[in-house]
């Protein structure tokens, strides 16, 4: 039933149910951070910029076996949605502080923190254009970012270039109508009867966020929704490798 219904399915913007929206990866977006990157899935528009500083946070000071440690803060402009979103000037919401915490995890896990030194490394991503799938859109700009950040000190030989232990990447996927779909826009996503985020870093899980938002779902629904994140995924990181290697 599932698959009658993926070859007669239509979606709003055209794309077949497994078909990723159109990626694009703009390097060197802003001059002055050492690694940036305009991170765009269709109509979301991530502005992803990577800080190195020579320093650590004072609980990781002094440690028996000392290592670096990477952060990342994720906000979203006050117009990047259809009505103004109040600036976080006080406190980050709720919502803000886990999409953090889940970019940070995600790309620690790119990183042999163990070869980074005294060093902190913070991965910065405001959304400019939010048009659902924003957290996915951050780690896949968030992972280039980072390595054109950390291209001159392997070049100079400053870190090791086993520093970097893993390529990371993202993709929301959900289920609408009864059918999975691939990179759910917000149109859909706000539709969705299921919502899922998947991280994997080279053909390896790294994180999973799956909600039923209207019912409980199938182990077997479950796993059809993996399959299709991987298979994203591994486009992205095609994508990915592309621009890494020719920027």
């Keep these: 039933m599932l698959v009658e219904k993926q070859r007669v399915m239509k979606r709003e913007d055209g794309r077949s149910p497994n078909e990723l929206r159109p990626i694009t990866f703009i ?3 802003t001059k002055m951070a050492e690694g940036s990157v305009l991170a765009k899935f269709g109509e979301t528009h991530v502005l992803c910029n ?3 500083e020579e320093s650590l946070p004072p ?13 990342a ?5 006050p117009r990047s949605t259809s009505q103004r979103t109040r600036r976080e000037q ?15 995890r995600s790309l620690r896990m790119a990183l042999d923190l163990s070869l980074l030194g005294e060093r902190t490394i913070t991965v910065d991503c405001d959304v400019l254009q939010a048009d659902g799938g924003t957290r996915t859109t951050a780690i896949c700009g968030g992972w280039v970012a980072l390595q054109l950040a950390l291209r001159p000190l392997i070049a100079a030989g400053v870190l090791d270039t086993a520093v970097n232990k893993q390529q990371i990447a993202a993709i929301s996927v959900g289920i609408v109508d009864g059918v999975p779909l691939l990179d759910l826009p917000y149109v859909e996503d706000v539709a969705a009867e299921v919502d899922m985020n998947v ?10 966020q799956g909600t039923g938002e209207k019912a409980p779902f199938s ?3 479950f796993d059809e929704l993996l ?5 994203g995924i591994q486009q992205i990181m095609a994508v990915q490798e592309q621009i890494v290697s020719s920027s």
Excluded: C, D
């Design 199 to 208: 991280v994997m870093a080279s053909g390896l899980l790294v994180e999973v």
């Design 90 to 104: 006080r406190w980050p919401k709720g919502r803000t502080q886990e999409i953090s915490r889940l970019i940070g």
């Design 227 to 231: 399959t299709l994140a991987e298979q």
């Design 50 to 52: 990577v800080t190195i």
């Design 73 to 77: 803060e994720y906000a979203m402009l």
């Design 219 to 221: 182990r077997a629904e």
């Design 27 to 29: 390097p060197h977006f």
């Design 59 to 71: 609980w990781l000071r002094n440690q028996p076996e000392p290592h670096g440690w990477l952060t």
